[in-house]
């Protein structure tokens, strides 16, 4: 299984600033994905980070709001702009082999938006 | 859009308790993985079903995919205070949603000793 990590751990964000999120794997992987957990909530998909092209939004986020970037296949970043407090959640990198049916989370960033 | 309906929302049983996880759809999935999650703390993967019938063990833990691949159940036998934690199944339509998962909205696990 492939080890994720991701950057920060936590933050605390005043409404209107933006905070990127890094995630770091410590080998190549085809898929990568984000996803967030609003509290007492489950998890669900925001995008599909794309290596080298636009990521592909899920019905209710956009791309102004949550921008991705994912330069090589073992990194990628999500911002989320121009917070509100209805943004404090959970978000979640995860990553896929294509061929695997194995899909792995990183720890997660808990954001919190004043 | 696939929903996945997970029950119990709840479970708080004593330690040596045997208990069942239900995860129930509509619609079908080509393959349903499980996860557990303590607090912050990400998704940890337990086991992915793939074939419709298919029964997994993990130790005190079994998983299975029903027939129709439209339901998975996780089994539990005698359970300990260290499976206390959120128990999450998620599914995948495959195709063109490869990688997509569709989360059931958990069941949280209290094991009392």
């Known amino acids: 299984s492939a080890v994720i990590s991701q950057k920060p751990s936590r933050d605390i964000c005043q409404r209107g600033t933006s905070l990127t999120i890094q995630c770091q794997v410590d080998s190549q992987v085809t898929m990568m994905f984000w996803y967030r957990q609003q509290p007492g909530q489950s998890l669900t998909l925001i995008a599909t980070?794309?290596?080298?092209?636009?990521?592909?939004?899920e019905s209710g986020f956009v791309i102004d709001k949550f921008p991705i970037s994912r330069p090589n296949l073992t990194f990628s970043t999500l911002t989320v702009s121009n917070m509100s407090p209805e943004d404090s959640s959970i978000y979640l990198c995860s990553v896929r082999q294509v061929h695997s049916y194995e899909q792995y989370f990183g720890p997660g960033t808990r954001l919190t938006v004043t | 859009t696939q929903l996945l309906e997970q029950s119990p929302q709840f479970l708080s049983i004593q330690e040596g308790e045997n208990l069942t996880v239900y995860c129930n759809s509509s619609s079908v999935f080509s393959s349903l993985q499980w996860y557990r999650q303590e607090p912050g703390e990400g998704p940890v993967l337990l086991v992915t079903?793939?074939?419709?019938?298919e029964v997994k063990k993990l130790k005190r833990l079994t998983f299975q995919f029903g027939d129709a691949r439209k339901d998975s159940s996780l089994h539990i036998t005698a359970a300990q205070p260290g499976d206390t934690g959120l128990y999450l199944c998620?599914?995948?339509?495959?195709?063109?949603?490869?990688?997509?998962?569709?989360f059931g909205q958990g069941t949280i696990l209290t094991v009392h000793p």
């Open positions: 079903v793939v074939t419709g019938g």
């Open positions: 998620a599914g995948e339509d495959g195709g063109t949603s490869y990688g997509k998962l569709t």
């Open positions: 980070a794309n290596q080298g092209s636009e990521a592909t939004y």
